[in-house]
């Protein structure tokens, strides 16, 4: 069975700074996509950053980036330039196996204060 | 483009009532999904579909059934519901290794 382990609950970072979260997994797979996902006060889900797992490169997307060491089976989030709208709760998750079913990460809420 | 529509988005029930939350998707996707959201607990799959007219069991099932008679939606029933089932609710869809799609959740309270 996938697991997913992000062991940060909460986290705070300063307007402008960079902040890394984290997230490890497990899986007996070797062809994957990791992703991030991001839920602001709003409750919506939305797509942070994908990673495929084949893919040495780590990827990037603007001011968001990712960590991704598949050995040590682990694939971090990190914001640049951190913004005010960028306090949410993050959510690792991991599609297992050939239904593409998502496993979560407990998530961790951060705070970008002023 | 709507997306990802689920109605209703507030519910109150009562123990032992029944009732029906509706998902509809309109990106022609063949997998859809229902997760319940807790506190502490992030998102939980509780049911899921790879297609239309199949379905088959998440994570934490118990309590709730669905239906996929339609490829664009994706019924999750509660036939009697209890208060362990308050919670937020979220529908997504997908294509093949493609990213999921989500609602906007419901939030359901159990009295």
């Known amino acids: 069975a996938q697991t997913v382990t992000q062991s940060q609950p909460e986290m705070s970072v300063q307007e402008a700074e960079t902040v890394t979260l984290s997230c490890t997994y497990d899986t007996s797979e070797n062809n994957y996509y990791l992703f991030w996902y991001k839920q602001p006060p709003s409750r919506q889900m939305i797509l942070v950053i994908r990673?495929?797992?084949?893919?040495?490169q780590n990827a990037t997307e603007n001011r968001f980036s990712v960590n991704f060491q598949k050995a040590a089976k682990s694939f971090s989030l990190k914001i640049s330039d951190s913004q005010l709208g960028d306090t949410a709760m993050y959510f690792c998750?991991?599609?297992?196996?050939?239904?593409?079913?998502?496993?979560f990460g407990k998530g961790t809420l951060l705070t970008v204060n002023p | 483009n709507a997306g990802v529509t689920q109605t209703p988005k507030f519910r109150v029930l009562k123990t032992g009532q029944s009732m029906t939350l509706l998902c509809a998707q309109d990106?022609?996707?063949?997998?859809m999904y229902w997760y319940r959201q807790d506190p502490g607990m992030g998102l939980r799959l509780i049911h899921y579909s790879v297609g239309e007219g199949t379905t088959a069991k998440g994570e934490v099932p118990d309590g709730y059934n669905v239906s996929r008679l339609k490829k664009q939606n994706f019924l999750l029933g509660l036939e009697s519901a209890a208060p362990s089932q308050t919670s937020v609710y979220f529908c997504?869809?997908?294509?093949?290794?493609?990213?999921?799609?989500f609602g906007d959740g419901t939030r359901l309270s159990i009295l």
């Open positions: 990673q495929e797992a084949y893919k040495q």
């Open positions: 990106m022609n996707h063949e997998y």
């Open positions: 997504a869809s997908s294509s093949q290794n493609q990213p999921q799609h």
């Open positions: 998750a991991f599609p297992g196996g050939s239904n593409y079913k998502l496993t």
